[in-house]
C-alpha cells in the first residue's frame, strides 16, 4: 500500500524558513522522480518541484525558483522540502508525490498523504 506522511508544516512569519519532509513507502521509491505540489485556498493543486530518481537533477516553479530547495534520501524513502524567504502567497498545503517519469509530470499513485499546512503571516 502506497503512503506518504508529509511533516514540518507550521506558521511562520514572512521572510522565514521552513522544511517539510515526506515519508514514502509501499513502492520503490529510489526508481522514481519525486515531487511536492501545493494546493492553496481555492486554487487547483501545483507542482511545485520535482527531483530525479537519483536526486541529481531537479527542478522548479518559477514562483518557487531561488527561495526552494528538494532534495531527497533514498536510504531513508524520504523528500525533503527546503523553503526560505516566504511569502503568504506560498500558505498553501504542501503534498508529496511520485511521478510517472522526468517528462511526464504526472502523480505516479492515486493515494495522497494529509500534507503539510504552511501558513505564511505576521
Known amino acids: 500500500q502506497v503512503q506518504f506522511v508529509e511533516s514540518g508544516g507550521g506558521l511562520v512569519q514572512p521572510g522565514g524558513s521552513l522544511r517539510l519532509s515526506c515519508a514514502a513507502s509501499?513502492?520503490?521509491?529510489?526508481?522514481?522522480?519525486m515531487t511536492w505540489y501545493r494546493r492553496a485556498p481555492g486554487k487547483e493543486r501545483e507542482l511545485v518541484a520535482i527531483?530525479?530518481?537519483?536526486?541529481?537533477?531537479?527542478d522548479y516553479a518559477d514562483f518557487v525558483k531561488g527561495r526552494f530547495t528538494i532534495s531527497r534520501d533514498n536510504a531513508k524513502n524520504t523528500v525533503y522540502l527546503q523553503m526560505s524567504s516566504l511569502k503568504p502567497e506560498d500558505t498553501a498545503v504542501y503534498y508529496c508525490?511520485?511521478?510517472?517519469?522526468?517528462?511526464?509530470?504526472?502523480?505516479?499513485?492515486?493515494?495522497w498523504g494529509q500534507g503539510a499546512q504552511v501558513v505564511v503571516s505576521s
Open positions: 508525490n511520485a511521478v510517472l517519469s522526468w517528462t511526464l509530470r504526472r502523480a505516479a499513485f492515486d493515494s
Open positions: 509501499g513502492f520503490t521509491f529510489k526508481t522514481y522522480p
Open positions: 527531483i530525479s530518481s537519483t536526486g541529481g537533477s531537479t
